[in-house]
């Protein structure tokens, strides 16, 4: 039985300092050095173990245990969904059928940038509300490279555009594990965070057009970028507070991007970029990710286009399916929850710290993306060893990017089970009343480690309540604060980064890809800081929701 010290050396900054070490590792490896994400994460690890047995006192085996534990958490949060979430994509490549979605997404606007947006932004956040894991930002990242976009700033842009809809992802899942944790009701976490991400919203679309085309390209379709932010802000806003947070990125996507095209009949930009599509890194001109080879020369059918967008209507609706009662308790009915062997751990107040394992290999959103993908493929008429096949090749596609995503989750479980995590979110939380701006850092730390919004307020949720309890504020706004805060890190997660790169078949160029998202990443948060601690104030308090 191990026993959390929070504060193992007698000095909280000191215990802090060395407590952040495998974080500090892991971005300088990335951002620095440009290390293969496989081996930051192999360092940082290495730290972490040491930190946790040198420092906190923590057992060998406790210790390389709960890295195991980790690892084989991320199998059915990450892994499992980004599998399927891929698959189905490649399933429609194989069927010809990606082309054919790809001209749907052309004919919305002749300007590359405008499909970007509609693209990594719109189209990204549906697929963040039902599935998350990873799987806008691969999805989105070859949809991109489709219309033109380098490999590596087709990763880009599809990191820096799932940001906004992550707080509400996997149908509000981080929202829901906030309320959990916290014994606080979610539907105001929702309400709150809806009050803070919306707002980011709107300027996205700004940045990822900057991204495409420099700050000319943002003067020249300002109209589009605006219109698409403003109204899945809007939309996020409505759905977070008035209706069900449950749905806000859903209804913010389809509003966003019809709200896109009905601006496209009325206006265009000036200068058009549009180029001939090129092919996917190491593909050739015959690439079936944009060689016509369903429906006609003359153009695309309406049963064409159907077809193409049929997986993601199939996605939609077995998941809205699976969220109605009785067949969501036919779906969790099978679950096994068990505590891990072998690891015991207790908190610093000598309450037994969670180590549950939810085996929910039914009503997992990666079995309910394999049941879509299984759907996919009768749709479209693959043969089942097409099929098959399409998933081994799958497989081979992440490589190395399996190994990340096990190394840093076995990192963040280290991390958190041997007190490390909350020594430094307790180091934060003696900031007083100023803790209300560094309240997003703690969920955007959350998250680096993580790779999910889910998983950082699984970590902070009640630390960020306990500080606004000791500090006499408002709890709602400092857990809301740790899921906006967190979101801004979805973008340079090593996890993230590893299915950006295997997405675009760049495995090995994540610390590249990092240096490229990190600048945004941090004005982000320095911008979520500022408006919650105004939040916290006068200034806007009148935006708090319970005041």
Known sequence: MYTQNLNPTGSLTLSALLASLPLLALLVALGVFKWRAHWAGTAALLISIAIAMGVYHMPLGETLNSGV???ALSVLAVLWITFNAIWIYNLTVKSGHFAVL?????????????????????FGALLESLAGGGSPIAICAVMLIAIDFSPLKAATVALVANTAPVAFGGLGN???????????????FGAMAGRQVSLLAIF????????VDGWKGVREVWPAALTCGLSFGIAQFVFSNFVNYKLCDIFGALVSA????????????????????KVIAGGAGEDPAFTRRVGAPGGDSRRDVLLAFAPYAVVVVLFS???????????NAPTITFNWPGLHVLSQAGKPVSVAYKLNWLAATGTLLFISGVITAIVLRLKPAVAARTYIETLRQFGWAILTILLVFALSYIMNLSGQISTLGLWLAQAGVFFAFLSPVVGWFGVAVTGTDAGSNALFAKLQVTAAEQLHANPILF????????????MISPQNLAIGTAAVGEVGAEGLLFRRVFGWSAVFLL?????????????????????
């Open 174 to 188: 981080p929202i829901t594990i906030m309320g959990q944790v916290t014994d606080l009701p979610a539907a105001d």
């Open 204 to 211: 996205v679309p700004f940045v990822l057009v900057g991204i």
């Open 102 to 122: 790809r001209r749907s997404f052309a004919a919305i606007s002749d300007d590359r940038r405008i499909q970007s947006i509609v693209i990594a932004f719109s």
């Open 479 to 490: 857990g809301a604060a740790n899921t906006s805060g967190g979101v801004m890190a979805k």
């Open 258 to 277: 019809i709200a896109v095209i009905l601006l496209n009949k009325v206006w265009q930009p000036k200068q058009v970029r549009v180029q001939a599509p």
């Open 321 to 331: 399916l699976a969220q109605l009662p009785g067949i969501s308790d036919a779906l």
């Open 527 to 547: 911008a979520m800081c500022v408006l919650v601690f105004l939040q916290s104030t006068p200034v806007l308090g009148w935006m708090r929701v319970g005041g």
């Open 69 to 71: 534990f980790g690892a």
